[in-house]
């Protein structure tokens, strides 16, 4: 029986121990705390923090680990890619890819002028001032989950934001964006050999108090996308940043029909995306994936096989009091919901603001059905 280390125990990182175990691997679990579900899920568990390199190693080579991987956490896949290549462990991509994408002024400056970038600046003086028009997005350089980021449409908040994601960045600076006007979406697809062979677009729906914090994510067959355009900016940043095999995620606005590209990662999303596209068109991801990385099958994708548009709606709330449950209306016709905690336990801040604690996933009703 192949042994599978997963790190991070976040609820995406429960789903990946779950289908492994389902697929009849040993699985293996690290992260700084047992403060997750993964942490229960696996059949091992070990308090060891994901980014002390010798540590994992260590434990890879107690327990003869055949594999070391992650899903939804870009703080991982560097490390995990690392050790890979340093051990001769499988792996999609190379840790020089994994970093660029956990890094969004490396990732930027790779693929400045290329098809579907965006105009960038990377500083770490809160008194810096921007040539980009207002209004644009500051974030941390290597921030994840939406943590430190503000939409700023003057130049008055502009010294306020740079601090506060140079706060949240682990490197100390930050990068400003232009904001790109337009509709949000997300693309999930899959590469083999260099070539994109499955994409799927859903719809982004984010809270309107908080910018950029996702709410829901639609995949409906009848909404009309710039699909070349879209193509055309994936293909371009797969290529300049080496993401030759596995899955890829890109978080994309379109305006004027034109699709720009605001992070793109080689993981699965940290939104369950693959759940949902399993409901659509019956492809499970995850299975593909874990087949394609540990017995080298490379998968195979149907087309849609049903019409029925459906939604991934998350439950939010303000992080660092108990969660109520009972707050929420479940959905009519809900197919599927997951919750983060147990009832009345005490919310973990991850961005910080308005943190996910489970999710629906339904059927879109439309007005004529």
Known sequence: MKKVLILGVAPVQAEAIEKLKEMGYETHALAMKKDGLGADSADYFEEINIIDEAAVI???????????????????????????????????????????????????????????????????????????????????????????????????????????????????????????????????????????????????????????????????????????????????????????????????????????????????DGCHMHKLIQYYNHDDLLEKTFKHLLEEQAPTFTEATTTQPVVLEFMCETPKQPIDYYQFKVPDHTLESYRYYQQGEFIRPVNGVYDKVGFYIYPLMKEED
């Open 58 to 268: 260590a434990y890879i080579k107690q327990h003869h680990i055949d594999a070391v991987y992650s899903v939804g956490s870009d703080l991982a896949m560097p490390v995990a890619n690392k050790i890979s290549e340093a051990l001769d462990l499988p792996h999609f991509v190379s840790y020089d890819t994994a970093y660029a994408c956990n890094h969004k002024d490396v990732m930027r400056a790779q693929t400045k002028g290329i098809t579907g970038s965006v105009p960038f600046e990377i500083t770490k003086d809160v008194n810096h001032q921007t040539e980009i028009d207002y209004p644009v997005f500051v974030k941390p350089t290597d921030g994840q989950g939406q943590r430190g980021i503000t939409l700023v449409t003057q130049a008055a908040d502009l010294p306020e934001a740079i601090a506060y994601a140079v706060d949240q960045s682990r490197e100390g600076a930050a990068i400003i964006e232009r904001y790109i006007d337009g509709y949000e979406i997300s693309v999930n697809g899959y590469v083999v050999d260099g070539e994109l062979q499955f994409t799927l677009v859903s719809m982004r729906e984010t809270w309107p108090q908080h910018p950029g914090l996702i709410h829901k994510h639609i995949i409906d067959p009848d909404y009309d996308y710039p699909m070349a355009s879209i193509e055309a900016a994936i293909a371009a940043h797969l290529e300049t940043l080496k993401i030759q095999n596995g899955p890829v995620y890109a978080q994309v606005k379109v305006m004027n029909h034109e699709a720009f590209i605001i992070e793109i990662t080689p993981r699965f």
